[in-house]
């Protein structure tokens, strides 16, 4: 069996609402994703995983400035496979083809420009009754439904134990 780390949501970018100080070489908020980042690689690397997905939005906006460019050279990435879906914030428009996810495409890593269907057998554990508009088990699985289709390997993600 594989093992993997997901991460999605990075944000990378200059500065944010609430982050926009400046640090030693780039900007405070840069140097935090790079400690971020470097930190969940090194985890792959020490947990034994073989392969990296980043399920979107790795970067905040579609065109990268040079300083969030050059701050991506300082992340320790992971000597493993890296697989990068194009995220929302990533595009400038519904053509996926140009993104900012470029730069990583250059470097080796691998991107997902297209939709991708992706079977897990576990959400159809939930599924909906046929006749009605409400599910089998009468529990609302759209509000936060993404949390179910990781809930039945949670014992072996990273191999992290989780006392209930």
Known sequence: MSKILIYTDVHWSTYSSIVRGRGRKYSARLENLIKSVSWAEGVAEERGCDAIFCLGDFFDKPTLNAEEISALNDVEWAK?????????????????????????????????????????????????????????????????????????????????????
Do not use: M
Not at 127 to 155: C, F, R, V
């Open 80 to 164: 493993l496979s890296h697989t990068f879906l194009v995220g929302n914030h990533e595009i400038e428009d519904s053509n996926a083809r140009y993104s900012s996810v470029e730069v990583l495409e250059d470097v080796g890593f691998n991107i997902v420009r297209d939709p991708l269907f992706v079977p897990i057998d576990e959400l159809n554990l939930y599924s909906w009754k046929e006749d009605k508009n409400e599910p089998e088990d009468g529990h609302d699985h759209t509000i936060n439904a993404d949390q179910y289709s990781w809930l039945p390997y949670k014992d072996k993600i990273g191999g992290t134990e989780i006392d209930e």
